[in-house]
């Protein structure tokens, strides 16, 4: 736990003292419990630090019955007070206004949050609430309590994790060795398996690497996205990650290939960047290579497999005609080795891989589900859903593009490329946010099926 | 305005683009407002960033009356929602818990401080809101709703500047221009001259100067402090800015003196440093220079020259014995040349000097005033509630200390130290938190007049 | 003597108590000279560190004259082994070859050059030697063995400050002040009075400023160069200096101006860095600013005047005809206030400037001097012959563009430009290095007086 | 070959263009020898660097033949000028002095010497020149041309490498990537397998590991060493590499292990830096830990096993008695497992440590050769010579230290400790240098047999 020895160091001899005295007995949740109460009632501002720091610290080596009786503890008894509610209440409806609100605002704060603020204060405070944070996520649908105080926690991660605070970092081959470590355990999308792996996709001069990183958080990356480029829109990502590939000169690349996403921090769920980070890679790019004329992903289609075998176990779908039903059978049948299928040349396999494109198209655009905002239908596939909703555009379907386990499993070898053209994202965005609708090229367009046939497509939420 | 400059040249061109396009009318309170409605409406996170932009760009180059008019928009109009308040209150009370809580301290949040929030996302944000809490702070005092707008301000900076966000750095003569060009201009205790004049407060091995920086502002200092390194307790400010004063090898020290701490950002009124940045500073040169035995101020007494001259008109105050008021007559009289009087040697000096440091010891240790938090005396001295506040202990008072105008004008010469002493600040902490007594030397104890002479010194709050 | 400073503090515990022990005693020339001994007859090369460093210490505490005792020393008792280099002459005229003259080479080398090679290991040594050599230059004209000493310098630091190992940095705003304030101090051309005016040509965006460094001086620049970036070509000093006027955006210059070079280190004369400098510059410049046109140089004209004055005091002198020499008698006369007289508006004015220019463009294109290598004439003016070097070309004459008191008394307010045209840099290096021929734009062709009428120009060696 | 590409990098366009149009037949030892020769007679220095860039470039590019024929003829044709060495010589005789003995020795060099020095203009031209230097020394022992080119090569790199021109780095787990990458390839002593096994001697607080870099090498590490931070002295390499030991605090560490050193450039052989890395290590070391009590290394003796052997080999050895021979027979055996024999335990195997012990101490002290300077003898063991050259003391000699497959080979598992006594190295050191001496504690005293049994240790040089 690196973080808890960092802690450690930056905190005084005398503030080491006066834990190590209390360490014994300071690992139940009752003890944490009281060192919390204490940091709250605590007024002078400075001797909170080594509190919220003591706190942190016996937390993080407390054992995990303790640690989340604390986590239900902080839910339920760090809650607002309802009398001081009860009477913010009162005088408020007293006297309606901007004064009265606002206390009414801060009576109806739950104390927790305060504690979550000053527990920030401690050195390396930041990234021991995250690991905090991990803790809760867990166990947040089973306990309406723990739901509340994760509701907390992104609040205050959303104000602290400010787009404004977040610095974009390229990362390469000459960039620190733990950092790297850190980007091979976060890895995603396409697994990293050692240094020599990640040097294939930082050090060539058409591979790049950028990540958002926060200040108080030092070397931990947040977010990172890995870029190639290339003279040519991407059909596989074999192509991508092919260490023997002859390496382009950066000013020769017209397009820039965003292949791979990952988020890093379990405990910032629900507060997002990817977004933010693509457009700004793409501002940096723009303005360092300026003959680049395409930027879009290569990306993955993670629920096209369970989508299309659903459909097939449906024998009522409208989505699979007979034909298409008969074509797909091999790669459905129970036990087969679908990625060797799928590797197959031949007319058949051209047959089932157009016909797979067909209905991977079908999938993204018309595959609905209403759990989005206020009544608009949404895609199914959640990376459809980011992709489109920052103002994307589907651009191209290709079928035997991730032949590995598990693009075979999931996405029966499809990939798809979602084009960021800076001039319609706004209009993009704009359109799918208001009124569902999906930005999608041509060729998309007359893939996919008629929207007519598919009524049943859409699932409820 | 150089964070508008740096704002420009990070948004990328197409926003530049829409910016100037709309830039002619867009300097008007009611542009401004259309602006941050638009903001506030948009859902997408990526656009609002450029939107974010335009609103503060437009805001620092519209005329100070176009600026208010916003101001005083965001505090009447972004206020709560008293619909959703009502409703909010109506769901509490049909069923109290967690939730519904939770729910109406949203709905009693003013929708400004998510706007806010919106507005930090834009680069160099955080650095605009401050210089719009610029604006705010002189309106406040005359218009309650302004006073709202400005709890808001203080909220969001006292999470954003939370303690675990910022760095110390040791600043030298190595450090950039820029910065150093900064603290010139900040330095709120002991005026700098020029570039030469900051040299001797940075250069020598026996000065060091360290501050506060926050990631989102880069290279503006949040607050500073200067440092002195001695081999004796210093009795005057003269001798510590004394250009021709032998150095001191750091190595030989055994005392360091803090001789000047100043503020550097006005929009963070309210949101306090001062205390972690000494102690800070104390655990950094601990750790450097561990021969060091005494942590000190050579601190101002900013209060006690108006203090005593209103002791000295009231003929009914017990603070002056009619032997004092003889002795203090000539620097009290209209038209005097303090500075030139209190500069003078000889035994009747001596015996001024003596009267004022008691003086001044009984100024600072029963003057008080009740506006303090819950009931308890605050000293009236600014600097001593400060650092008495911080934990430190009153130590000894020293006449001659400044002869400078200001230092003539204001404390009759007169400065003090305050010691901090990491084993006891805690102890002083609380007790002058919780029950209003003040940490003094034996010294300090002896020189000032008894209580009981002086119930009436005790200013209301 | 901060390098004095520095260097104590690299040396360990030991190695200073080792060194205060004998300091005493050991600023005399002649201890200094068994020091250098003791380091020369060395053979382990680590405690050879210490010994360097003490004698280099010891030498810049010792007064001047036992300073220059030692330099004598180095030049008389450390030059080549004669009875070495008889024998190294027998050996080799037995068998002449590559071996035998390497043995020859080596005995022929003054000790001294190793004695320096080592005191170059201590920490700071190279800083130090080139203080030393500051005091060889003084003496080196009147004494012949401190010639020969100097000569060893100039080949050494030849070596060590190999264009190779230097590297290009750009001073701006937010450079350390520590090297701001040695930019100050070492500009020649155009003085710089306070930080403030330094900043006039640092921060303003159309205002650059590059230097050289040698790894081994951290921060003490080589040299530098001031550039300004305009949209015109620049005709006087004072419109490039002038704080009032408006920025211009650097992507719509069309033009970089070199307006001032500075050498910072006496220590290195003879090692000459100007011509690699300009012409990095170009590249940086072209690379950033591909818009960029016209790269030329605002060039004085220091030995103007003097030329002028003598060819007016020689009657004979076919340089002057009677009509000019009339116009220039006023600005000629002794006691003359000609910097008024030069900024005087009207027809007589424009006359005198106009003559001002025909004999500025011919006295830098035909009075010449023979002292040049290999017999081949060259510019009297020293600054004409370093950017001509360079492979530049005389593009323009200006008049009225420095009536600083220099600028009048040096070069009658004349300024130049000399245009650094990468396509014709080298051709233009050969013709005047092989041949003497000065590239000259067709404006200075029609100027200058045709050579025939001005056999005389050419000044003896 | 990165510099290559880096060198490209820094090179102009037009350069490049220039370059380019010749590259085509400028890859011949004929084409390279006319470019060199162009270099030298090149008078502008600033078109050199171009031509510089472009013999480097297309030297590293020429096929293998081709560069050995151009070295040949940079050995032959670029030697020294023999009539101007006559010429110089009649001087010399005709009037001996320092100035004529100074025009002997620039006359005697090679003329090669000043094109070395016109090459490291470049950029990247001294890592160009140390490649150069590797390719030279495979030849230099069988042709005495190459050889004095050798000799060229070694005295212009001491003089650039000197060590007042280098820079201490500790490298850790947050260094650059291809800065470990390195550190991996070059490590010479025990092989690190991956990044993962470098963590391990990187990562826990209790290794460390130092190198030098020069300035002009960027990021290519000249020599490093490994150091280990224990509580004891270390007796043998596996508890060392051991990845699950206990870390140790280095607070409580008492000891500083150098373990393994490692030169990184072959280019620079000849040219010693290990003597000054040990020694500013140790001074690191003492300034951050200053608890720290002994600084010792952890050797391998890389040629005890050999001379064992022939020992062994030969009957009339006065250096094995009959029951050693006897004792050591199984190990010495031919086709002998000696790592599983070396690994066993029990009488016997405490018996044959013994003897290794006592023999491998008498090798070391009493095993010499006479082929050091001035006819001082020298250990056989080259790292023996090493530290004992340096001032160490031999102080420990450990049996199952190191049962690696190169351990038992090269020294039958034997390791000793070499002590840096900062208070005694220079003592040391000239006795070592001047006379011999070997420095060696009681323990090893005791263990060496007596020099009289062993007239015949000594080798012929």
Known sequence: MSFFT?????ISDRGRALMSARRGEARTAKALQALAEALLSNRGEASSVARAA???????????????????????????????????????????????????????????????????????????????????????RAEA???????????????????????????????????????IQYEAVHRIESFEDLKLRLAP????????????????????????????IPQSIDRI?????????PADADTAVFYSISNCQKGLAGVSFGNFLIKQVVEELRRDLPQLRRFL???????????????????????????EREVLAPILAEGADRAALLARDGT???????????????????????????????????????????????????????????????????????????DSIERHHEAYAERGEIAMSNEVRRLAKPQKALRDLAVPG
Chains 1, 2, 3, 4 share one sequence.
């Not at 759990?371 to 489109?388: C, I, N, Q, S, T």
Request: some cysteine.
């Open 54 to 140: 003591e706190l942190l610290i016996c937390y993080a080596a407390a054992p995990r019955e303790e640690r989340e009786g604390f986590l239900r503890c902080l839910a339920v008894d760090f809650g607002p007070d309802q009398a001081r509610i009860d009477a913010a209440i009162t005088a408020y409806q007293a006297n309606p206004g901007a004064t009265t609100a606002m206390a009414l605002h801060r009576a109806a704060e739950p104390r927790r949050q305060d504690l979550l603020r000053r527990l920030n204060r401690a050195p390396g405070g930041t990234l021991a609430l995250l690991r905090m944070r991990e803790d809760v996520l867990p166990l947040r």
């Open 145 to 183: 309590a723990l739901a509340d105080l994760d509701a907390d926690f992104e609040h205050l991660f959303a104000s602290w994790f400010n787009r404004g605070f977040l610095t974009l970092r390229r990362i390469d081959w000459a960039s620190p060795a733990h950092v790297l470590e850190k980007i």
């Open 205 to 232: 001069s058409d591979r790049l690497l950028y990540a958002f990183f926060h200040p108080a958080l030092a070397d931990e990356p947040l977010i990172f996205v890995e870029v190639a480029l290339t003279d040519a």
């Open 297 to 323: 992903t290569l990306s993955p289609v993670p629920g096209f497999a369970a989508w299309l075998e659903a459909q097939a176990r449906d024998e009522e779908s409208g989505a699979l005609e007979p034909t």
């Open 6 to 10: 960092e802690m450690m160091q930056q």
């Open 241 to 249: 990650l092919d260490g023997r590939r002859t390496e382009l000169a």
């Open 348 to 422: 058949d396999a051209d047959k089932l891989h157009e016909t797979l494109r067909r209905l991977c198209a079908t999938y993204l655009v018309r595959a609905t589900t209403m759990r989005g905002e206020r009544g608009v239908p949404r895609p199914l596939d959640p990376v459809a859903r980011f992709h489109l909703g920052n103002g994307a555009r589907l651009e191209h379907v290709h079928a035997r593009a991730d032949l590995s386990a598990r693009g075979a499993a999931q996405a029966a070898g499809m990939m798809v490329n979602y084009l960021y053209d800076l």
